[in-house]
């Protein structure tokens, strides 16, 4: 059992790391919002004085505000689902006994460490070009004119791109989950003469419910920051302008750091919103 003097001791050995973590957080945030209340143009005289909510007001009462909101709920939505619903099946694959199965593991996890940028530009040439990517010659071997990916199925593109990249994590985490398994309860299942489907529905899928939740909840809180794929890719247009790329947007055009700053607020705002509606999600199943 801890001691009093042994908590203390604790307490503060952790204490410069957890300082150097708040200032690190809090810090940039605490510029950000001070910044957000400026009319700040640091290519065209600096500091120009306090507009107070101005900042807010224009940013949020743009055109591109809400289509920006909403390409942002439907691409992490998108990738959401398919990464969750692939990264099971692919889980319940690679928990199979197979010939060359460590290799196979390091296959299906290796895209994860990939860049986005770098990502985003192999999708880009190598896949999506219309003319000599992969995906056009196989359109062009049964007779079909290739697809214009990121003009025409511009969301889906980015979609697929950003999918590709964090299914690995999804994989990789449902996985460990599937091995927690007790096998006897599917050997008993199995022996009772319970087909697949009702094996994987109620006993599969219950266990992996706290892994699917917390897959959901990291991948939600880095896909509301999407930049690099989109920046590489489709530059914002057709529709896959983001709430991320729009405020790189604003304070490109209008060299006004203020008015970013402001859009970075309320980006922190919608980002909290989906995480503490997500932990509450998580702490149900954590507490099952």
Do not use: C
């Not at 708040?22 to 700040?40: C, D, E, H, K, N």
């Amino acid at each position: 059992m801890s001691t009093k003097a042994s908590r203390s001791a604790a307490r503060l050995m952790l204490a410069p790391a957890v300082i150097l973590l708040l200032g690190w957080m809090l810090v940039p945030l605490t510029l950000t919002l001070i910044f957000s209340f400026q009319r700040y143009l640091p290519l065209r005289g600096g500091f120009q004085g306090w507009v107070g909510f101005e900042n807010y007001v224009r940013f949020v009462t743009s055109s591109a505000f809400w289509p920006s909101v909403q390409a942002t709920v439907i691409i992490v939505g998108g990738v959401l689902l398919i990464t969750v619903t692939l990264g099971i099946l692919l889980a319940i694959l690679l928990d199979q006994p197979m010939w060359g199965q460590g290799m196979v593991r390091i296959l299906v996890i290796a895209p994860f460490f990939v860049m986005p940028t770098v990502s985003g530009l192999v999708w880009k040439n190598m896949f999506m070009d219309p003319n000599n990517g992969l995906l056009s010659h196989l359109w062009r071997s049964v007779g079909a004119d290739p697809i214009i990916w990121l003009s025409d199925a511009s969301m889906l593109s980015i979609i697929l791109i950003v999918s590709w990249q964090w299914l690995p994590f999804a994989t990789l985490i449902l996985l460990t989950a599937i091995q927690s398994l007790d096998s006897e309860q599917l050997e008993a299942a199995e022996m009772d003469g319970a087909p697949m489907l009702s094996r994987f529905w109620h006993i599969i899928l219950p266990h992996l419910a706290r892994a699917i939740t917390i897959v959901i909840l990291i991948q939600t809180i880095f896909l509301l920051a999407i930049f690099a794929e989109i920046f590489v890719t489709t530059q914002g247009s057709f529709g896959t302008r983001t709430l991320t790329y729009l405020i790189f947007q604003r304070v490109l055009e209008s060299q006004n750091v203020g008015l970013g700053s402001a859009g970075g607020i309320y980006a922190v705002i919608l980002a909290n919103i989906f995480a503490l509606f997500l932990m509450r999600i998580v702490g149900k199943n954590l507490d099952r």
